[in-house]
Every structure is written in structure tokens, then in C-alpha cells.
């Protein structure tokens, strides 16, 4: 429920994965119903090697590409829309960390069942289980068609 005066926020975290998009989707009908605007999120990491991270300077390439995947998604999901107002914002780090903290003070956060990488048989991502149990406004998860 939106705060008093305040307009509503629905923040979307979106990695180009089938289920992120359709997540993206569904933030959108959510949106154009209630009038929210959509923060579309995407969450990047250097490589690592096992675990260490592998000694490359994150040049500009890296966070253009984040930004072109994020773009296109939105793009994508954006097809035949125009009355929703949607922001984009691309930031280095853990992509559950990044989320947990673009959804503060938001009035939903939308994810995808399950992103790239991973146990592609697990139902749900460790992203999405990760941003369930800590995130402070309600959770929305979205599979992805089959």
C-alpha cells in the first residue's frame, strides 16, 4: 500500500533471463493498474575464478553491456506500452544485495523464479531466496512460461 503523498514504487530486478523478463511483465500490468512507476534493476559482478574474483579492471565495456542487456530487456517487456513510467539503474555488486537495497522504501519488489546460472532444475534461485527472506516490502516472484 502506497505511503501517504508518496507515489508508488515497484522495483523489478531484471538479469535478461526468460522468468526476469517475465517478472519485468508483470511489474508493468502491476504498474498500469496502480499508477507506480518501475525502477528495472540490473546487477552486475566482475568474473571470479571458483570463487576468487579474477584480476580484471571493470572497464566501461563491462557496465555498457550491463546496460545494453538491460535496455534490451526492457525493451522487450516495454512493447506496445507507454503509460508506465520506468527507470533503470545498472549497479556493480551481488545482485541480492543490490536488489535489497534498490527496494528500500519501495511498495513491491518483482523477481523472476530463477536468473542465469545456477541448478537450472531448482524451483527458485538463490537470488530470489536470498531477496525473500530479507527485503522489507512484499515480494511478487514470477515464473517464466514454459
Not at 535478461?16 to 498500469?32: M, T, V, Y
Request: proline share 7%; hydrophobic share 40%.
Amino acid at each position: 500500500m502506497p505511503h501517504e503523498g508518496r507515489h508508488p514504487r515497484i522495483v523489478a530486478g531484471v538479469d535478461g533471463s526468460p522468468s526476469s523478463i517475465r517478472a519485468l511483465e508483470w511489474a508493468l500490468d502491476q504498474a498500469e493498474l496502480t499508477g507506480a512507476t518501475v525502477q528495472a534493476v540490473y546487477a552486475w559482478e566482475p568474473p571470479s575464478n571458483w570463487g576468487a574474483p579474477v584480476p580484471v579492471y571493470p572497464g566501461r565495456e563491462m557496465v555498457e553491456e550491463a546496460e545494453v542487456k538491460l535496455a534490451q530487456s526492457v525493451g522487450e517487456a516495454m512493447a506496445g506500452r507507454t503509460a508506465v513510467e520506468v527507470s533503470q539503474q545498472v549497479s556493480r555488486g551481488h545482485p541480492a544485495k543490490i536488489l535489497i537495497e534498490a527496494a528500500e522504501g519501495a511498495d513491491l519488489l518483482v523477481m523472476g523464479n530463477r536468473g542465469h546460472g545456477g541448478f537450472t532444475g531448482a524451483l527458485l534461485g538463490s537470488v530470489t531466496q536470498h531477496c525473500i527472506r530479507h527485503v522489507e516490502c512484499p515480494v511478487t516472484v514470477v515464473k517464466a512460461e514454459e
